[in-house]
């Protein structure tokens, strides 16, 4: 198995403008997980979804952040409008149930 | 979910057992300890868990004690590649999030 794909892997961007990334779980889970990851603020849950419903978003930061998943095997967070305190490595995670979740490579945002 | 506390860094040479303490003393008789790392610029990665019993696997062992107030995470030949972030975590049985800390920074020098 490829294990979890994000895309991009890299993105800069001005601010304003709308940012959107992409997950493809592992084939087969059926939760899956956003995290953003700042110097900062350290490893933050934004978000993770069972059967493809969002179960928890409390860890969303406003309203310009939003999350589908409109199948099993493809996710999106998005943006709009980014600022720069969007800036950081987000992460994509799948799990099957309450098991260990598997880690995609991130998408480091960079917001001018 | 309980909280952990874990040492800030540590250091360790290569070839020798690294061992990492995690305190959770708040820990409930239905929630597990996990320890996951993140080698720096790639997402983290499961390692180990376990609920009262010690565990081992191929990458390392987890010795919890009795009382399941603190665990202690072994890598027992550390090498230049553990050098990494360790997470412990503590997770209730079922659930479905992880919530990670800040963990520990673990140097494996030559």
């Known amino acids: 198995d490829a294990g979890v794909i994000q895309s991009p892997r890299h993105e800069v961007t001005e601010m304003g403008q709308e940012v959107t990334l992409r997950c493809k779980p592992i084939?087969?889970?059926?939760?899956l997980f956003w995290y953003r990851q700042t110097m900062m603020r350290g490893l933050e849950l934004l978000i993770y979804f069972n059967n493809n419903v969002p179960i928890d978003d409390s860890g969303m930061p406003e309203d310009r952040f939003s999350a589908k998943m409109p199948n099993a095997s493809f996710s999106t967070l998005k943006i709009q409008p980014s600022e720069p305190r969007d800036s950081a490595v987000y992460f994509c995670a799948s799990s099957y149930g309450p098991g260990e979740l598997f880690f995609g490579e991130g998408s480091r945002l960079t917001v001018l | 979910d309980a909280k952990t506390t874990q040492p800030t860094s540590m250091d360790c040479a290569e070839g020798r057992a690294a061992n990492l303490p995690c305190n959770h003393s708040?820990?409930?008789?239905?929630?597990?300890v996990y320890w996951y790392r993140q080698i720096h610029s790639q997402g983290p990665q499961y390692i180990i868990h376990g609920l009262k019993n010690n565990e081992t696997n191929e990458m390392a062992s987890l010795i919890i004690t009795e009382d399941r107030k603190s665990s202690t995470l072994i890598l027992p030949h550390a090498t230049l590649r553990d050098t990494a972030v360790y997470y412990c975590?503590?997770?209730?049985?079922?659930?479905?999030?992880?919530?990670f800390g800040q963990g520990t920074r673990l140097t494996i020098n030559p």
């Open positions: 975590i503590v997770r209730p049985q079922g659930a479905q999030k992880l919530v």
């Open positions: 708040t820990i409930s008789g239905n929630e597990y």
């Open positions: 084939s087969g889970h059926n939760s």
